[in-house]
């Protein structure tokens, strides 16, 4: 878990400036209106939705923005109809990449989507082609003066917790998906303040490419990113501490 911990560490970092240009909130908003609008506007009845509140509280978005996201999407205040689409291909030195997009127009998301792989020297795959090579976890970081590695282990392993892990001033606590809401709930409970809490996709295996190839990389994911249709990206980067020295 040592490269996904460093990996999440630069996702972190990057999301909370995110959060500062609002990029981040605009992305919640829109996961909160598709979840409440498949799957209704009852959190405890809609996991997905749930999992939505959850990013969306980590992310600081505000109470009410996240209730008007619930009630746009359940078709109480109208909105538009989005759909979810997974793409997947490769970056420079192999390295895999998953797109998850939120759109309303597929024949515009995907051509965007894929000049920015060609861009950056990458190539858009077929569905399948690296989806393999990761698994749905869940993954709940906080920072290392919220609690004792005593404290956290206690407090995550008891609620269902697989690993509890700490790199570079961050702890990475990871969970099965189905164990991700109970685990989450005990650190609240506790009194702990999370940076970021969602199920994601981690890597089984990942990639050493060189400095050149990590810089290309990273440019990609960023460029994603600010795309408005995408809402996460994952890569399986294995980033050495120089490249990460590096990259900033």
Known sequence: MAGHSK??????????????????????????????????????A???LRYAIIEAKAANMPKDTIERAIKKGAGLSGGADFEAIRYE??????????????????????????????????NLGATGCVAFMFDSRGVIT?????????QLMEIALDAGADDVALDDGVWTVTTDPTAFIDVKSAIDDAGLEALSAEVSMIPSNTSEVSSGDARTVMKLVESLEDLDDVQKVYVNIELTDDQLAELG
């Open 142 to 150: 906080l920072d290392e003066a919220a609690a004792t590695e005593d």
């Open 7 to 44: 990996w999440a560490n630069i996702k972190h970092r990057k999301a909370r400036q995110d959060a500062v240009r609002g990029k981040a909130w605009s992305k919640c908003s829109k996961a909160i209106m598709v979840a409440a609008k498949q799957g209704g506007p009852d959190p405890d």
């Open 89 to 122: 291909g490769y970056g420079a030195g192999g390295v895999a990449v998953i797109v998850d997009a939120l759109t309303d127009n597929r024949n515009r998301t995907a051509p965007e989507i894929r000049s920015t792989f060609s861009k950056h020297a990458g």
């Open 46 to 48: 809609n996991l997905t």
